[in-house]
């Protein structure tokens, strides 16, 4: 006899995907293979994997995003450390980059003006 798990459809969870917003300051930051890099960082290692991808997932997301490419500089190696540091604890993250965390009820708007300067490469 099969239990009730075995019988229900598995739901495979999907990873939230970087927003046009967040792909065009990555744009900015990096280019070539770490450009590659650093999006492939951002979407595997920042944002909860979850079943149902709302609006509201990715503007928090973004500005967590946006604070972690923030405090790289564009630097990849910088970018990989903070996420490996932060451990999934982004608040320090956060106040790092100078965006405040919303109170409970208000949007996620203080990382939407930041945007980095074009970056020379070498």
């Avoid at 239990?3 to 300051?25: E, F, G, V, W, Y």
């Avoid at 003006?113 to 074009?118: Q, R």
């Amino acid at each position: 006899m099969e239990n009730d798990d075995q019988r229900k459809p598995r739901i495979l969870p999907t990873k939230i995907p970087l927003s046009d917003q967040c792909a065009l300051r990555l744009e900015v930051l990096f280019q070539g293979h770490n450009l590659i890099k650093a999006k492939r960082l951002l979407v595997e290692h920042v944002g909860e994997t979850t079943e149902i991808v709302s609006q509201k997932h990715s503007e928090e997301w973004d500005c967590v995003r946006f604070a972690l490419l923030k405090i790289s500089h564009g630097e990849i190696d910088t970018l990989e450390q903070e996420i490996l540091n932060a451990k999934g604890q982004w608040d320090e993250i956060l106040k790092l980059a100078g965006f405040e965390k919303p109170e409970p009820g208000q949007s996620w708007a203080s990382h939407l003006a930041w945007f980095p300067k074009h970056r020379h490469f070498d």
